[in-house]
């Protein structure tokens, strides 16, 4: 954001543009809260639920809310969200990277030995098991997002929230998946697919070796709002 003056201003723009209409929000991998902070502030009303499962990115999560005066307007939860209910994993801080660099996986070896923390999991399904409605899911778990997405189904299938989500290949291949994998099981559930740019998005069947994009967004026909927004965003659309 020094740098440049925007952190991901594509993602962004899609994000705001979803949660300026969202009822309820659900920020998995909320770090230190950018898209969880901004949510409670532009949208009156808005039920928010936060995961963050770094105790120290989780600290300063809830200083951030206090600071903007949204203590009270947010549900963050110190959980991993994972594919098993009631669980326990290891969770590796990487020693330069730090907590944007936390996974369930050790991802940085070339760095030395992680900070080695237990964390408590949970899935979607069961912590949302009393609501009413998802409107909009955002998920950056470092390579953990297909696991994330095979424990929310149930949300998936009753609410087809939009979802937008962070995908590489590097940080999957440690937990055995590929981000063609999320692709398939999406779009079995009826949602379209389309990778986000520096430009604009872009269709997507198929995430290769190739795929340069990291960031995705899922949306599901039943929601035209957001798919005329996405479509509105699509590259070819602007030349």
């Known amino acids: ?8 201003p594509v993602l962004s723009d899609l994000l705001f543009y979803f949660l300026r209409q969202a009822k309820t929000f659900v920020d998995v991998g909320a770090n230190v809260g950018l898209y969880t902070v901004a949510a409670v502030r532009m949208t009156q009303g808005i039920r928010v639920i936060s995961y963050e499962p770094n105790p120290v990115a989780f600290s300063k999560l809830s200083r951030n809310l206090g600071l903007n005066n ?17 669980g326990s994993v290891d969770f590796f801080v990487p020693k330069f990277t ?6 369930m996986s050790d991802l940085h070896p070339e760095e030395g030995s992680p900070e080695v923390q237990s964390i408590k999991t949970t899935t979607l399904d069961k912590n949302l098991e009393d609501f009413t409605a998802v409107d909009v899911m955002k998920i950056d778990v470092e390579g953990h997002e297909l696991k994330v997405i095979q424990g929310s189904l149930k949300v998936v299938k009753n609410f087809s929230p939009t979802i ?20 398939a099981l999406l779009r079995r559930e009826g949602y379209v697919a389309f990778a986000i740019t520096d430009l604009g998005c872009e269709p997507v069947s198929e995430i290769t070796d ?3 994009a990291t960031n ?5 026909p039943s929601r035209p709002q957001h798919m005329t927004k996405i479509y509105s965003s699509l590259i070819t659309a602007s030349v």
């Not at 954001?1 to 991901?8: F, K, N, P, R, V």
């Open 70 to 86: 949204c203590m009270n307007k947010a549900s963050i939860r110190n959980l991993a969200v994972s594919n098993e209910v009631n």
């Open 210 to 212: 190739a795929t340069v």
């Open 216 to 220: 995705f967004v899922f949306c599901h």
């Open 1 to 8: 954001m020094i740098a440049e003056g925007s952190y991901e």
């Open 98 to 103: 730090g907590s944007s660099g936390g996974s």
């Open 164 to 183: 937008v989500i962070e995908l590489l290949r590097k940080w999957m291949a440690p937990f055995g998946d590929h981000p063609q994998d999320v692709v």
